[in-house]
């Protein structure tokens, strides 16, 4: 089973500035990774999918970027909508199973 | 326009069932798979399990397996999660979430709390 690791587990930051949230797993997914964004009281929202691809109607100042074991979801300019929870997730096609990082929770 | 609309709150006493719904409208129900989340009050998400409205097929995390029922109505675009033999630790918000066709979880619904307590 694949184990992914997110860090830091908490990140403080202000607005206006730049967030890199990292995610590693325990062997390669090669590009099969995706990052969601949860804020307080809101279901998940996909953000990023195939390690860098930005899912609709995503902005621009989110960006993913890895392959293999390491990732990594920046975040150029923070705005005051983008303080939430992200989790980075793994999908293995078959047998269809999913499994997501414990999470990094960005702060002011 | 997609949408996931899941069924109420529920409280349930420890050793019992519930059955969660997710209504699925805006696109065609058999050509996509649900999967069912959950998250634990103040926890991370949890995949539990996947299905196949196409042809029914089913995966579950192992934690879950026997314990908890996947299904599908096509006729009425809706899917069901049935969990036995609830715990306190059960407690949490359950999501049904649809799969692209990349296997990522595209479109989620609202949430279901269910709340496991003698």
């Known amino acids: 089973e694949i184990v992914m690791t997110q860090s830091p587990a908490t990140l403080s930051v202000s607005p206006g500035e730049r967030a890199t949230l990292f995610c590693r797993t325990s062997q390669s997914v090669r590009g099969n990774l995706a990052w969601y964004q949860q804020r307080p009281g809101q279901a998940p929202r996909l953000l990023i999918y195939d390690a860098s691809t930005r899912a609709s109607g995503i902005p621009t100042r989110f960006s993913g970027s890895g392959s293999g074991t390491e990732f990594t979801l920046t975040i150029s300019s923070l705005q005051s909508e983008d303080f939430a929870v992200f989790y980075c997730q793994h999908y293995n096609s078959w047998p269809p199973t999913w499994t997501f990082g414990q999470g990094t929770k960005v702060e002011i | 326009q997609v949408h996931l609309v899941q069924s109420g709150p529920e409280v349930k006493k420890p050793g019992a069932s519930v059955k969660v719904s997710c209504k699925v409208s805006g696109f065609t129900f058999t050509n996509f798979g649900i999967s069912w989340l959950r998250q634990a009050p103040g926890q991370g998400l949890e995949w539990m399990g996947w299905i196949s409205a196409y042809d029914g097929n089913t995966n579950f995390a192992q934690k879950f397996q026997g314990r908890v029922t996947l299904t599908t109505d096509t006729s009425t675009t809706t899917a069901y999660m049935e969990m036995r033999t609830l715990r306190s630790d059960d407690t949490a918000v359950y999501y049904c979430?649809?799969?692209?066709?990349?296997?990522?979880?595209?479109?989620w619904g609202q949430g279901t709390l269910v709340t496991v307590s003698s």
């Open positions: 979430a649809s799969l692209s066709a990349g296997g990522d979880f595209d479109y």
